[in-house]
């Protein structure tokens, strides 16, 4: 076929565009995007009759083709309405703050359209997500050198491919029922989900109780093992935090590092967010024990600047990898030539066909270089820590939770007889800070009750930008009518 994209240009009597041509149109409206997103919304949430337009009139295909024109115009139509999570003053959830380099990587990697599943496919790819899985495993996070890994999808997916993991090395197939987890009030939603998955029942797991900083509370995890125990169950798999989703937390790992081997337990952490902040050298030590785990989670589409679909999950013993997923088929058996000495990734995890995430990783850490990568990091706890001092200058604001690795959890409390629900004036403030794209600070709860969380590692958020959202926010608290009755907070 000749290098025109005829499908596309659709105007009758126009000239076909060159896929050339194509291809940077889409690329302007693109960067066109990136570079004026700081002025636009924050949050835009479809309304019921742009729903029914977009639906109706732009989701199906047409027997003929759209113009260009036509489809650029509907696709910013159709994207425009989402949460912008890579706007520098979306604090909500865990912000995707991905750099300028990953989004570039992304193209590449989807233009050479690598199936990086076995070696004979992706020997290049392969050789490059080896050997950053090897340098994340055992210089950043000091596993030993047996220690090896797999890009994944994202979080959800590196704590389900490592309890799997877990399962297998600790468990016999007939033992399954007896079997029980341990995991606190603050471990990520994916840990439960993947449990589930593995065909585990929720009354095989136990959410133990968090201290007032939101750490895992190790006398009631003893205590429960015993329980456990002397009722015949199979205590088999703790699972600790670097890094909680709520409040930044981690947990005491050279603790849980300490019973996981007197209790003979697979030890995973999720380090899905705070794994990144390892890069610091300021924010390493915070870390100590994470060398002792059996498995980790680290995504690098959270903390680690990469667009969406690049998590990684680490273990120290790589060949329980290939012991769990191994499989092998007549029809693969020209790739398997390599096997004994060359990663075939589709051995590591649950996916055959995968793309070769690990190079956008290797294009943005390369393009940036690690000193800015750590800045960049470090930037984002100094501005939760920044929000914080903000805050304590202002009256009538309560820190629920302290400013930990760039998210700080807080709530206006004035301190007015008779006032009726905190947590409604707290959701009034967070919707009138969107409303008006000051920025966008979501709310949790915390042990019940409703805080304003930000996760602030955009950065591009500069300091006087973060004390001016915080005046912000503390004038709209000002200004909301008290409620009427009382109840919560
Ligand atoms: C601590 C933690 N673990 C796991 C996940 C799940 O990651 P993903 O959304 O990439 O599947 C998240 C997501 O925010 C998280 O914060």
Redesign the pocket.
């Known amino acids: 076929m000749a290098d025109t994209c005829d499908t596309i240009n659709g105007v009758a009597g126009s000239e076909p565009l060159s896929q050339r041509d194509v291809a940077l149109r889409v690329l302007d409206q693109c960067l066109s995007e990136r570079e004026t997103i700081s002025s636009k919304p924050i949050v835009n949430i479809l309304a019921p009759d742009v729903t029914t337009r977009i639906r109706q009139s732009l989701s199906r295909p047409g027997r003929s083709p759209l113009s260009l024109d036509t489809l650029l115009d509907a696709a910013d139509v159709i994207f425009r309405h989402r949460v912008r999570m890579d706007h520098p003053r979306f604090f909500g959830?865990?912000p995707s703050p991905a750099n300028h380099a990953s989004w570039l990587g992304e193209i590449l990697n989807s233009a050479y359209n690598t199936h990086a599943g076995s070696w004979m496919q992706s020997s290049g790819p392969s050789a490059v997500e080896m050997e950053l899985l090897n340098w994340m495993a055992c210089e950043i996070v000091g596993f030993p050198t047996t220690a090896g890994g797999c890009f994944v999808?994202?979080?959800?997916?590196a704590?389900l491919t490592a309890l799997t993991v877990a399962r297998d090395q600790k468990l016999k197939f007939e033992d399954r029922p007896r079997a029980v987890v341990y995991l606190s009030t603050q471990t990520?939603s994916?840990?439960v989900k993947g449990l589930k998955v593995l065909g585990f029942h929720e009354d095989q797991i136990r959410m133990i109780a968090c201290d007032s900083d939101f750490r895992i509370s190790v006398s009631d995890l003893k205590d429960a093992i015993t329980v456990d125990r002397s009722s015949e169950k199979i205590p088999f798999l703790l699972v600790g935090?670097a890094?909680?989703?709520n409040t930044g937390t981690i947990d005491p790992l050279q603790e849980l590092a300490d019973l996981s081997v007197k209790e003979g337990l697979w030890f995973h952490v999720?380090g899905?967010?705070?794994a990144s902040a390892l890069l610091s050298r300021s924010q390493r030590p915070l870390f100590c024990g994470i060398e002792r785990c059996d498995s980790l989670?680290w995504?690098a589409?959270?903390w680690l600047f990469q667009t969406y679909g690049c998590?990684m999950v680490l273990v120290r013993e790589r060949k329980m990898l290939t012991s769990s997923f191994s499989m092998s088929a007549e029809y693969v058996q020209d790739a398997m030539e390599t096997e004994e000495t060359l990663p075939n990734f589709w051995n590591y995890g649950i996916e055959l066909t995968r793309p070769a995430r690990a190079m956008k990783l290797w294009f943005s850490l390369q393009f940036e270089g690690l000193d800015k990568i750590e800045s960049q990091i470090e930037h984002g706890v100094e501005m939760a820590k920044l929000a914080e001092r903000t805050l304590q200058g202002l009256s009538d604001w309560e820190v629920l939770s302290p400013a930990q690795l760039g998210i700080l959890c807080f709530r206006y409390r004035p301190d007015k007889p008779g006032l009726a629900s905190l947590d409604a004036l707290n959701q009034k403030i967070s919707r009138a800070a969107i409303e008006e794209n000051l920025a966008a600070p979501l709310t949790t709860r915390l042990n019940g009750v409703l805080t304003l969380r930000i996760c602030c590692i955009h950065p591009d958020l500069e300091e006087d930008e973060m004390t001016r959202i915080i005046h912000g926010l503390d004038r709209i608290a000002q200004r909301q009518p008290e409620p009427e009755t009382t109840n919560g907070g």
């Open positions: 959830f865990i999808s994202g979080g959800s997916m704590n990520h994916s840990v935090s890094g909680t989703t999720d899905a967010y705070g989670s995504d589409h959270k998590g």
